[in-house]
């Protein structure tokens, strides 16, 4: 008996540290985002072309637009998933191959997958919409 009574506080507290671990993962703030931009316009020469990015000021600390072909875009936030509470913005590699967080060195391929660490999960995405030459971002 007096073993099941030493059980329980030592249960209470492991259940409690499990659950402070899960709530302590920083969280991106959720903005509205309901823009959208001419894929053609002088203003995103590089949306021209497989693999072309762009940036743009919505969302909580701005959006790529990264082009996957002619009729794919995918638009992620410029906010780091592992501390988004840092001041800075990710950003395409001068390669063109993955984005970076040159804050904590995260990196995530042009899909939003997490591709180094310590990051873990993978880039907060918006939805996009291709019409004509006016792709719509939401979320």
């Known amino acids: 008996m007096r073993s099941k009574l030493l059980l329980l506080p030592l ?3 492991l259940a409690g540290a499990c659950s402070k671990n899960s709530s302590n993962h920083p969280v991106i703030p959720n903005v509205p985002v309901n823009t959208q931009l001419n894929i053609n316009s002088q203003l995103y020469p ?3 072309q497989d693999g072309g990015y762009a940036y743009l000021p919505e969302g909580y600390k701005g959006i790529i637009v990264v082009r996957q072909n ?3 875009y995918l638009a992620f936030e410029r ?3 592992y501390d988004p509470g840092n001041d800075c913005l990710l950003e395409v590699d001068q390669s063109r191959l993955y ?3 040159p804050c904590c060195g995260s990196q995530f391929n042009l899909q939003g997958q997490v591709i ?3 990051a873990i999960s993978a880039l907060r995405q918006y ?3 291709l019409v004509a030459s006016t792709l719509y971002i939401t979320n």
């Open 11 to 13: 249960l209470t507290i």
């Open 46 to 48: 590089e949306l021209r």
């Open 70 to 72: 002619a009729g794919s």
């Open 79 to 81: 906010t780091c998933t």
């Open 99 to 101: 984005i970076t967080d």
């Open 116 to 118: 180094g660490g310590p």
């Open 127 to 129: 939805r996009t919409s």
